[in-house]
């Protein structure tokens, strides 16, 4: 738990949150062991996570924690999570009751915030999802499309560094749903925007999952038009959480041209592909670096997404090679897709292909994006 530079308001935080009965034990929720991540920031935002083996059925006790610490002198606002959000299984029937299989179980879609939803994805790390992302994010809203950016990648949250709003706070609405930080066009909402910079995550699989889910479900998005989700890499909790949890129109894969990338890129493909989920195509990032001469080294490899793509088959969207402004433009807070470079050009076909792709307005092959 972080400590408080007020320690009267913690003490308050803490006592009030035990006032509150843990159904099972009796206890108060703090002696109960039931809260962790208690975070007391600043200007009195709060934020904690309720443990539960119960999943939803859980909530009344989140809602009840939540308001009793939104009743302490100093408090401003408060973000409570849920560490699971499923129900907990049935029974197990006696040893004597004839076994019968399970029907497969459907976790129910939550409401829609935006009319079309496209996960980038990576199924590794390092490969540059998150500066895809906010470049394809910042290329639809130039399109003139209502745009949302969701930073999932909750291990490593980037998003605020590319849009220049590292220690910026959402606010709170009277219906208690946080406020996106609206940049360059974009609403945007990560959870580097809600620990204090540079603090580090160190919450289980279930506590990661119920933030991410949190950062979409709590937050007030103004009818988007379209809503990336910067999602984590690889296949676990968070991933498999958001393609329970959403109603995704379609899937985009960033990978670099090297094998042990485009392994992971198989296994992206196929997380999306048994929830029956489009994908929209592969962007190979990083493909090149140009050199003085004008001659280009393909430092990763070559043609290694173009190939992965039309193993699995599924559309391959372009390659994007190492530029200097798209590095820059993220370090800066000001992502390349805002200019007029190559590269900002680039990033509006890709976003105009993404888009078609999702919303079936044509029935032409996606555009491959090649710089010559």
Same mark, same amino acid.
């Given at each position: ?173 009277? *219906? ?30 279930? $506590? ?103 193993? $699995? ?14 590095? *820059? ?15 900002? *050009? ?27």
């Amino acid at each position: 738990m972080t400590a408080s530079d007020d320690p009267q308001l913690e003490a308050a935080i803490r006592a009030a949150l035990d006032s509150i009965a843990d159904p099972e034990s009796g206890k108060g929720l703090l002696a109960a062991r039931r809260v962790s991540g208690l975070v007391i920031r600043p200007g009195g935002a709060i934020g904690f996570v309720l443990e539960t083996t119960k999943g939803a059925a859980d909530e009344p006790l989140r809602a009840a924690a939540a308001q009793a610490v939104e009743r302490v002198a100093g408090v401003k606002s408060v973000t409570a999570v849920l560490t699971a959000h499923e129900d907990a299984p049935p029974a197990r029937a006696p040893r004597s009751a004839p076994q019968q299989p399970a029907p497969p179980q459907q976790t129910p879609k939550g409401p829609r915030p935006a009319a079309m939803i496209i996960a980038i994805a990576s199924a590794k790390g390092g490969v540059g999802k998150s500066t895809i992302a906010a470049n394809l994010a910042v290329a639809a809203a130039r399109m003139g499309l209502r745009t949302g950016l969701v930073d999932c990648d909750v291990f490593g949250p980037s998003i605020p560094t590319m849009f220049g709003t590292e220690g910026r706070k959402p606010t709170v609405n009277p *219906e208690r749903k946080m406020l996106p930080l609206v940049v360059h066009g974009v609403a945007t909402m990560s959870l580097g925007n809600l620990v204090e910079p540079g603090a580090p995550v160190v919450w289980r699989g279930p $506590m990661l999952a119920g933030a991410a889910q949190k950062l979409i479900t709590d937050t007030a998005w103004d009818a988007l038009d379209m809503l990336f989700i910067d999602t984590p890499p690889g296949t676990g909790e968070v991933p498999l959480t958001i393609v329970q949890t959403l109603d995704l129109d379609g899937a985009v894969i960033v990978s670099t041209p090297q094998e042990v990338a485009l392994a992971d890129v198989r296994r992206g493909v196929g997380l999306f592909r048994k929830a029956h989920i489009p994908i929209l195509g592969v962007i190979e990032n990083m493909a090149w670096f140009e050199q003085p001469d004008g001659t280009r080294a393909y430092i990763f490899g070559q043609d290694g997404g173009q190939r992965v793509a039309s193993e $699995m088959g599924v559309p391959f969207l372009g390659a994007l090679p190492l530029l200097p402004d798209i590095r *820059e433009g993220g370090d800066a807070g000001k992502p390349a897709a805002l200019g007029d470079a190559p590269s900002a *050009e680039a990033f509006k076909m890709l976003a105009e292909a993404i888009y078609a792709a999702a919303g079936e307005n044509t029935k032409k092959p996606a555009p491959e994006i090649v710089f010559t």
